[in-house]
Nanobody, 117 residues
């Protein structure tokens, strides 16, 4: 079983930056893709960014392209989300997920990001 714990959320002014981290338990971290999603009340969960097991490939949702960067450190079992040029509409609970068996099988509890205008 894989456990994921997100940290790094908080309150930031529009135009600012935050770096989220997601620490994973288990020895198989380097074998599965990781992703970041976000959730706001009344809206569907939105894909934010994904990264391949080695970190060589990344992909992003349209709303964050050019502003957010996903990375991972397999030696530390951690995936990161660097968020720059934050906007009020980026306010959400951010969750990390691990992909296994062709689905997002593992989820963290999330960390709140609030961007003030």
């Amino acid at each position: 079983q894989v456990q994921l714990v997100e940290t790094g959320g908080g309150l930031v002014q529009a135009g600012g930056s935050l770096r989220l981290a997601c620490a994973a338990s288990g020895r198989t971290f380097s074998t599965y893709a990781m992703g970041w999603f976000r959730q706001t009340p009344g809206k569907e969960r939105e894909f934010v960014a994904g990264i391949s097991p080695s970190g060589a490939s990344t992909w992003y949702g349209d709303s964050v392209k050019g502003r957010f960067t996903v990375s991972r450190d397999n030696a530390k079992n951690t995936v990161y989300l660097q968020m720059n040029s934050l906007k009020p509409e980026d306010t959400a609970v951010y969750l990390c997920a691990g992909r296994a068996r062709n689905e997002w099988a593992y989820w963290g509890q999330g960390t709140q990001v609030t961007v003030s205008s």
